[in-house]
């Protein structure tokens, strides 16, 4: 079956950077869309960042400029670049993928990003 398990939160202080990881397993990675949401307490999950099979990314525009996702189909792997960390950044973050040929959503369980002013 299909698996994203996410690595990489963590606590900073506001200026600083995180980078999260998300390995999928259970099928070829090169046929999802990728992308990582996040959810902040009381808050509705909402997308970050996405980047499409051929590597185009879009980005929610709160973290235009600080934030870069990427992907390495060779790693089976999606990243999430955090720098200039902010508080309001805090949330758990969420591993997305979309198989484009069967349309199913798969999530991974969540790393918790805490940024402290």
């Known amino acids: 079956q299909v698996q994203l398990v996410e690595s990489g939160g963590g606590s900073v202080q506001a200026g600083g950077s995180l980078r999260l990881s998300c390995v999928v397993s259970?099928?070829?990675?090169?046929?999802?869309?990728m992308g990582w949401y996040r959810q902040a307490p009381g808050k509705q999950r909402e997308v970050v960042a996405d980047v499409t099979r051929g590597g185009t990314t879009i980005y929610e525009d709160s973290v235009k400029g600080r934030f870069t996702i990427s992907r390495d189909n060779a790693k089976n792997t999606v990243y999430l670049q955090m720098n200039s960390l902010k508080p309001e950044d805090t949330a758990v973050y969420y591993c997305?993928?979309?198989?484009?040929?069967?349309?199913?959503?798969?999530w991974g369980q969540g790393t918790q990003v805490t940024v402290s002013s």
């Open positions: 997305n993928g979309k198989n484009l040929i069967t349309g199913r959503n798969y």
């Open positions: 259970g099928s070829i990675f090169s046929i999802f869309a």
